[in-house]
Antibody
Framework: QLQLQESGPGLVKPSATLSLTCTVS??????????WGWIRQPPGKGLEWIGS???????YNNPSLKSRVTISLDTSKNQFSLKMTSVTAADTAVYYC????????????????WGQGTLVTVSS | EIVLTQSPATLSLSPGERATLSCRAS??????LAWYRQKPGQAPRLLIY???NRATGIPARFSGSGSGTDFTLTISSLEPEDFAVYYC????????FGQGTKVEIK
C-alpha cells in the first residue's frame, strides 16, 4: 500500500524559502505514469493545488504561484520536494503531498493517496 | 481558472439519512470531476473520480453523477464516519477545488 509522509520545518520566517520533502513508501516514484505533487490548506479553509511533477520530469504549477514554486523528484531516495520562495503569512497552511493519476485517460490528475499533512507557519 | 461552487455550505442530517451534495463548475469540465471526504484532522480521501467511478475501497453508499457543469455526490445512508467536509475537484484544466460542504449531525 502506497504511503506518503511530509517532513520539513514547521516555522518559516517571512521572505524566506519554504522547503518540504515527501517520502514515499510501498512503491517507487519512478514506476508508472503518475504525477507527484503538493496541495495546501490554510487553517479553517479549503484546498489549493500548488503544483505537480509528472514522472517524465515535466512540472506544472498553479499559475498564481508559478514563479515561487519548484518541485523536484529524487528517485534514488524515493522522495520529492517542494520549494516555495518569498513566503508571507498568507502561505501559512497545512501542506499535503499526494500522488496524482489520470487512470487510462490523459490530462490533469485527481489525487490519491495523500500524506497526513504538515503545518507550516510563516512568522517572525 | 475553473471555479467550482459547492452547495449547500452546510448540510444537517441524521445518521441513516440520505445526503445530496452539489458541485457546479464555471464552465464545462466534461466528466473530469472528483469528490473527496475530509474527516477532522485528517487528509482528504478520494471517493469518486471522473464523476461516477468509486475509488478503491469506497463503499457502495457513495455515488456520483453529472457531466458538463453540474455534479452530485449522493450518500445513500449516512454512517457516523460520513459526518465530515466534502470537496469536489476538477481536472479539465489545472486542478481546482470547490470550497467544501460540511455534513454535520442534526
Amino acid at each position: 500500500q502506497l504511503q506518503l509522509q511530509e517532513s520539513g520545518p514547521g516555522l518559516v520566517k517571512p521572505s524566506a524559502t519554504l522547503s518540504l520533502t515527501c517520502t514515499v513508501s510501498g512503491g517507487s516514484i519512478s514506476s508508472g505514469t503518475y504525477y507527484w505533487g503538493w496541495i495546501r490548506q490554510p487553517p479553517g479553509k479549503g484546498l489549493e493545488w500548488i503544483g505537480s511533477m509528472y514522472y517524465s520530469g515535466s512540472t506544472y504549477n498553479n499559475p498564481s504561484l508559478k514563479s515561487r514554486v519548484t518541485i523536484s523528484l529524487d528517485t534514488s531516495k524515493n522522495q520529492f520536494s517542494l520549494k516555495m520562495t518569498s513566503v508571507t503569512a498568507a502561505d501559512t497552511a497545512v501542506y499535503y503531498c499526494a500522488r496524482g493519476t489520470t487512470g487510462y485517460s490523459n490530462g490533469w490528475p485527481w489525487f490519491d493517496p495523500w500524506g497526513q499533512g504538515t503545518l507550516v507557519t510563516v512568522s517572525s | 481558472e475553473i471555479v467550482l461552487t459547492q452547495s449547500p455550505a452546510t448540510l444537517s442530517l441524521s445518521p441513516g439519512e440520505r445526503a445530496t451534495l452539489s458541485c457546479r463548475a464555471s464552465q464545462s469540465v466534461s466528466s473530469s470531476l472528483a469528490w473527496y471526504r475530509q474527516k477532522p484532522g485528517q487528509a482528504p480521501r478520494l471517493l469518486i473520480y471522473d464523476a461516477s467511478n468509486r475509488a478503491t475501497g469506497i463503499p457502495a453508499r457513495f455515488s456520483g453523477s453529472g457531466s458538463g457543469t453540474d455534479f452530485t455526490l449522493t450518500i445513500s445512508s449516512l454512517e457516523p464516519e460520513d459526518f465530515a467536509v466534502y470537496y469536489c475537484q476538477q481536472r479539465s484544466n489545472w486542478p481546482t477545488f470547490g470550497q467544501g460542504t460540511k455534513v454535520e449531525i442534526k
